[in-house]
């Protein structure tokens, strides 16, 4: 049944889909209601004109000017054949894009040519927008809104092929926040999560536009630096480590967090990305001891020993957040009275692999990456749980925990002893604290602080491995330390050798004429404890007395020896 073309106009105009009809010059001959509504121009607007003002360009989907035989009915009037399917933007001169999936079908005239061209398409901006906010989540971080690790690197080997297509050059910085952890441990997540905020805030504000600034994850960042040398880089990275300086406001308080940079350069220490990124992690790694904050990646530095160190690190700190690290316990005891009064906490490190790790190699390396507060923590709080448990089977005894120079020279230190006392609910006599000498000695006055702040927690302090070092005696005298340890080293020699029985003897007459106890650590038998016991040495440490022990065995030797345990 033939239809009225009145009807016609009514089913166009009740389609969803935008429908226009141009004649072989291109004029509009017919607009549905959709098509109106989706151009958002009155009839008389549309009809005739084509391009309709100019006010408005078309893009591609990759967001490339789309050229004039590419537009569908164009395309489908110069070809004479269907163009399906094909995703336009129309972008308004306030830089809004409308986007169109768009068909065109040429209608043939009797003789072949192309009479009309019938467009149909759908608005798919909402849809559009919904997939690029799709992909912009996933390119980006959530909490920071930066580019995440998938776009920096991306970002990265974009610019390393424009820097090798301008035979400029490039700068990669990769920065993490020094203390993050334990804001995160102590303040909560939120507080975390506002530093990282306000962090990418204040790195954003230092870099250019054309600067990539993404977040890797946790606490760390990269920036590439498209143009920058190295003196570039270290000028960048010199202001971002300025603008963390200020202390941050995190919970009502002020934070202060210091961040540590590395940077890689292209094309000297990496042609590609990964390398780069690789060698500017290094790099910040290496900026942890150094005063300025940043560190530019050392060629001479083996790359074999650096990858090989990082995987320990990340080891290291993956350990310490699975209950690797564990602590033994040897007892120190008083010469006169046999009596037990504490234990010296030691760290172990159980590997899956490697095995029991000594101290002596995974401290410095926690040293290195920022692990060592954490590990001081993880220790002092697992020896104040102990000493609690012990104190409830009525063996008093006091837990004696190392400190290692980063933690000394840490501002946050008392706060985290006292935090960490008030966690357990230990009582503070019971915690002892160990500082080298030449701990002591390499910032007195910054060490001479600290050792006060802790003192006033009511913590006992010891001076370990005194003999080594080189102190000075009126800093000593005015040292609030209970007690010093000669260095073992002294100890297991004094038998056999006339000048370190005399070292031994000269440190247990100048400890006690500065008022403090005198332990002996190293002794290995029953010759160097009479020697000592000789020179009114008071305590004892050793494998002679015991080794070091698990927690579990403490009470079972002290039950064997028949031991008492005291505070003093
Ligand atoms: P240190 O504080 O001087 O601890 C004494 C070390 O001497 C321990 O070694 C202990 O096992 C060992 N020792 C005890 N008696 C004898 C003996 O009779 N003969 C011999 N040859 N050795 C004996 P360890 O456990 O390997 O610890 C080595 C060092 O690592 C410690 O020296 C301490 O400076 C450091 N350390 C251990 N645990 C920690 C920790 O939790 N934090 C920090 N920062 N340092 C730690
Ligand atoms: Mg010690
Ligand atoms: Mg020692």
């Not at 504490?342 to 899956?352: I, P, S």
């Not at 946050?412 to 080298?436: D, N, Y």
């Amino acid at each position: 049944m033939p239809r009225e073309e009145r009807d016609l106009a009514t089913i166009y105009d009740a389609m969803a889909c935008g429908v226009i009809v141009r004649d072989a010059a291109g004029s509009v001959v017919f607009a549905n209601a959709a098509a109106l509504r989706i151009f958002g121009r009155p009839p008389d607007q549309l009809a005739g004109t084509e391009p309709p003002t100019g006010e408005e360009r078309r893009i591609r989907e990759d967001g490339t000017l789309m050229p004039d035989d590419e537009v569908p009915n164009v395309a489908a009037q110069l070809r004479g054949e269907p163009i399906r399917n094909v995703m336009m933007g129309m972008v308004r001169a306030d830089g809004y894009v409308r986007w169109l999936l768009v068909d065109a079908v040429p209608v043939k005239a009797s003789d072949g040519s192309v009479s009309e061209v019938v467009s149909s398409f759908t608005d798919v901006t909402d849809r559009k927008k919904a997939e690029q906010e799709l992909l912009r989540q996933t390119l980006h971080d959530q909490l920071t809104g930066l580019p995440n690790r998938v776009l920096l690197l991306d970002r990265l080997e974009q610019a390393v092929r424009a820097s090798r297509r301008l035979n400029t050059p490039l700068a990669l910085l990769v920065m993490d926040l020094d203390r993050f952890r334990q804001v995160n441990d102590s303040l909560g997540h939120e507080a975390g999560d506002a530093l990282l905020r306000e962090t990418a805030e204040r790195v954003r504000s230092e870099l250019r536009d054309t600067d990539t600034f993404a977040r890797l994850g946790g606490d760390e960042f990269a920036i590439v630096l498209p143009g920058s040398d190295q003196e570039g880089a270290a000028r960048v990275a010199q202001k971002v480590v300025a603008a963390l300086q200020r202390p941050f406001e995190v919970e009502g308080g002020a934070l202060e967090v210091s961040t540590s940079i590395g940077i890689a350069l292209w094309p000297r220490h990496g042609e590609d990305g990964q390398t780069l990124l690789r060698r500017a992690d290094i790099a910040m790694y290496n900026a942890k001891h150094t005063t300025e904050g940043f560190a530019i990646y050392a060629e001479e530095a083996a790359e074999e020993d650096g990858s090989n160190q990082l995987a320990l690190m990340a080891e290291l700190r993956h350990g310490l957040s699975h209950d690797e690290v564990t602590v033994m316990y040897q007892p120190i005891i008083t010469m006169n009275s046999r009596a037990v009064t504490r234990v010296e906490a030691l760290a172990r490190w159980r590997h899956r692999e490697r095995g029991l790790v000594p101290p002596a190699e995974f401290i410095p390396l926690a040293e290195r990456s920022g692990l060592v507060r954490s590990l001081f923590e993880h220790v002092l709080v697992t020896t104040l749980r102990q000493c609690n448990a012990w104190q409830k089977l009525g063996l008093p005894l006091q837990g004696a925990v190392n400190l290692s120079m980063r933690n000394l020279l840490d501002p946050e230190l008392v706060k985290s002893v006292s935090a960490a006392i008030e966690r357990t609910g230990a009582r503070p006599e019971l915690v002892g604290l160990e500082i080298t000498e030449s701990m002591l000695m390499a910032d007195p006055q910054r060490a001479m602080r600290a050792v006060e702040g802790l003192r006033s927690l009511g913590v006992q302090l010891a001076i370990d491995d005194f003999g080594v070092g080189y102190s000075s005696l009126a800093y000593l005298q005015r040292l609030p330390a209970y007690a010093v340890k000669i260095d073992r080293s002294f100890v297991g020699r004094m038998t056999r050798d006339r000048s370190s029985e005399s070292i031994v003897k000269l440190i247990i007459e100048l400890g006690h004429s500065l008022g403090m106890k005198v332990v002996a650590e190293g002794i290995e038998d029953r010759a160097t404890w009479d020697a000592l016991l000789g020179l009114r040495c008071d305590a004892a440490q050793g494998y002679y007395i015991a080794k070091p022990m698990v927690a579990e065995a403490i009470p079972t030797w002290l039950a064997k020896e028949n031991q008492t345990t005291t505070i003093n």
